[in-house]
């Protein structure tokens, strides 16, 4: 129960800073975000401290520690991939201009 209210209030904030961000629009353009960010960052901590944020944050955080157990390809491997993909594309839209050339050649004979 406790969770769910403050999961609310960070939502009610959240809506409150944003349409007050929107209504008081000549205000300065840099305060309202610095208030958005605040009230933001507010609310984020008060949500971190529900169960479902301490599993968000959880999963952030084994998120972050399997994308430094990638692999990720050299230069070279990045480029001679790249280059192949390029030549497939350059391929299959050759063959298809030809297929359409031959279909296009087909129905105009067809229509004479």
């Known amino acids: ?11 009610i904030m959240m809506v409150v800073a944003i ?3 929107y209504t008081y629009s000549e205000f300065s353009t840099l305060l309202r975000v610095l ?12 949500a971190s401290r529900t169960a479902v944020g301490a599993n968000v944050f959880g999963y952030m955080g084994e998120t972050q520690v399997e994308v430094r157990k990638v692999v990720w390809p050299s230069r070279q491997e990045t480029l001679q991939t790249t280059l192949i993909v ?18 296009g050649w087909a129905v105009r004979s067809l229509m004479l």
Do not use: C, E, P, Y
Request: no cysteine.
């Open 86 to 103: 390029l030549l497939m594309v350059i391929l299959v839209a050759l063959m298809l201009w030809a297929f359409d050339s031959l279909l």
């Open 1 to 11: 129960m406790a969770d769910n209210i403050k999961l609310s209030v960070a939502v």
């Open 19 to 21: 349409t007050l961000f």
């Open 35 to 46: 208030g958005l960010l605040a009230v933001a960052g507010l609310a984020v901590f008060i």
